[in-house]
């Protein structure tokens, strides 16, 4: 007896023209993870008929709900197609900005060794979640939203574009800088761009046949250990800053994250035990009006 195991499983997509319709003979490029809770669910509605033997005589299922998770270790040119999707932007001159443009995937999920191949289309990425800690590799988070999804017992593409080979970004090699200066005393650094996507559904249908968009929404959180009240002003006094953190070693094959205008909600300097004391300093990323953005992604080939 045979089971799908988590070693065998596999993802790649392709871009769609037309939002839920994967292209005919897709020629699919395979996407490194190391985790995917891309599903199918439902609503459901009881029914309310009243019996003398007081059991339940139905249950229907309700408009289709497709989402989740892909989990990912963050390495240069594997993601850029995700991160234009994440950002609404499109790469100009190796450059990203959040705009406006929607970009929709067909993503399919692999589970080679039982021969059952999920498909998922009309995703979006609701958010990016990248987080970054001491000793460590970087990793992200894509949370999709999506239209339609089925099964069936053959890949959409037995041959896809293979993934990108390039070792995952750790966090010995970046460099932080906040307010234009780098600063060698943080321990955490996290981020989360949140598009606000919601499936919107009509009569006569099951699927929705939009999906609509929200603010972008960037906040985030720097831990540095508690050296002298610089930061911590910075929240006190209400001081606009800036943050900019480079994946890699800057010279090639990495990205720069520039997050232009922030302010910090929030400083807490809270002391447990008699380690060091750390400074938690949550942000809201703001529109800048030099870059015309509220964070900036280069890329360095």
């Not at 609503?43 to 497709?66: C, M, P, W, Y």
């Not at 994440?86 to 929607?102: C, H, I, M, N, R």
């Amino acid at each position: 007896m045979a089971f799908a195991s988590g070693s065998f499983h596999g993802l790649q997509y392709i871009e769609e023209v037309t939002f839920g319709t994967t292209p005919l003979t897709p020629e699919m490029t395979s996407l490194r993870h190391t985790g995917a809770g891309l599903v199918l669910s439902k609503n459901s509605f009881q029914s309310a008929e009243l019996r003398s033997d007081r059991q339940i005589s139905d249950l229907r299922h309700g408009t289709k709900q497709v989402g989740g998770p892909i989990d990912v270790e963050m390495s240069y040119g594997e993601f850029d197609a995700f991160l234009e999707a994440a950002l609404f932007g499109t790469w100009a001159t190796d450059v990203l900005k959040a705009g406006t443009t929607e970009k929709f995937f067909t993503i399919e999920r692999l589970f080679s060794d039982i021969a059952q191949y999920g498909v998922f289309t009309g995703c979006m990425v609701n958010s990016f979640s990248m987080n970054v800690v001491p000793d460590g590799i970087v990793t992200a988070t894509f949370d999709v939203v999506g239209k339609g999804a089925s099964y069936s017992g053959t890949p959409l593409d037995a041959t896809p574009t293979a993934s990108q080979a390039n070792s995952p970004f750790d966090s010995f090699s970046g460099v932080l800088k906040e307010g234009g200066v780098t600063i060698g005393v943080v321990t955490g650094f996290d981020m989360t761009l949140d598009n606000g996507l919601a499936a919107q559904f009509v009569v006569g249908s099951d699927e929705t046949p939009a999906i609509t968009n929200g603010r972008s929404n960037l906040t985030g959180n720097v831990t540095a250990f508690f050296e002298n009240a610089t930061l911590l002003n910075k929240f006190i006094n209400e001081t606009e800053s800036s943050l900019e953190f480079t994946l890699g070693d800057g010279v090639s094959n990495s990205y720069t994250i520039l997050i232009p205008r922030l302010k910090y909600s929030g400083g807490d300097n809270t002391v447990t035990d008699e380690g060091p004391v750390t400074i938690s300093m949550p942000f809201q990323a703001l529109l800048d009006g030099v870059t015309g953005t509220n964070i900036q992604i280069t890329r360095i080939p």
